[in-house]
């Protein structure tokens, strides 16, 4: 079975802090994902990665940044949190499949930002 | 315009019945459309995908219309483990999936 492990399950942190979310996946899979999801928004794309050291921007990147210096290793970093990015965070993982391509997800960040 | 819509429900049935769920895309060069399921404050997991001709697993029945850009998903006696959030789940391309906000289902005994 895909594994895709969070480091953290809940996280507490204050305004203006500096906050790493960690993903590993252990099935060599190229593409990695960092979601947010939110009630009434769905899932939100904050950034992707296809390869090591490459990274996209999704359709919410902005307070975010992201770094990919292993395969199986992706991380989100919000340089500054904020009230407004308390959220679930979800990490997935696909390997290309030529337009089948399946996310694999983790079990999920709940961070809140006071 | 939301590129995945669904009815956010609550559908309320009782154990035993049948219940459908539908989805419309936005986008018609989307190529493959999966369904998900959410149980509360877990992570969405693989339901199944969805192919033309439709296909089956179990109790659950999957449909796609290409030309009205059309999903739906068919549980039929239903269990009380079926109740979750379902997520309509379209894929672009390799890295372009895009999510329903949801369709909760609450099964009752």
């Known amino acids: 079975d895909v594994k895709v492990t969070q480091s953290s399950r809940y996280l507490v942190k204050r305004t203006g802090e500096k906050v790493f979310l960690e993903c590993v996946q252990d099935m060599d899979h190229e593409n990695m994902f960092w979601y947010r999801q939110d009630p009434g928004l769905g899932l939100r794309l904050i950034y992707f990665?296809?390869?090591?050291?490459?990274?996209e921007k999704g359709d919410i990147p902005e307070g975010y940044s992201v770094s990919r210096e292993k395969k199986e290793r992706f991380s989100l970093i919000l340089e500054s949190a904020s009230t407004n990015q308390t959220s679930m965070y979800l990490c997935a993982s696909s390997f290309p499949a030529g337009g089948d391509e399946k996310l694999f997800f983790g079990s999920g960040t709940q961070l809140s930002v006071l | 315009r939301k590129e995945v819509e669904q009815d956010p429900g609550p559908f309320n049935v009782p154990e035993g019945a049948t219940v459908a769920f539908n989805c419309t895309y936005s986008?018609?060069?989307?190529?493959?459309f999966f369904w998900y399921r959410q149980d509360c404050r877990k992570e969405p997991k693989l339901l199944m995908s969805v192919y033309s001709s439709g296909n089956e697993d179990g109790r659950f029945t999957a449909q796609l219309n290409r030309a009205s850009q059309y999903i739906s998903l068919l549980i039929r006696d239903s269990k009380l483990s079926d109740s979750a959030t379902y997520l309509c789940v379209v894929n672009i391309n390799f890295n372009k999936f895009y999510f329903g906000s949801g369709t909760k289902l609450n099964v009752k005994p």
């Open positions: 986008n018609s060069a989307s190529q493959s």
């Open positions: 990665s296809y390869d090591v050291k490459m990274k």
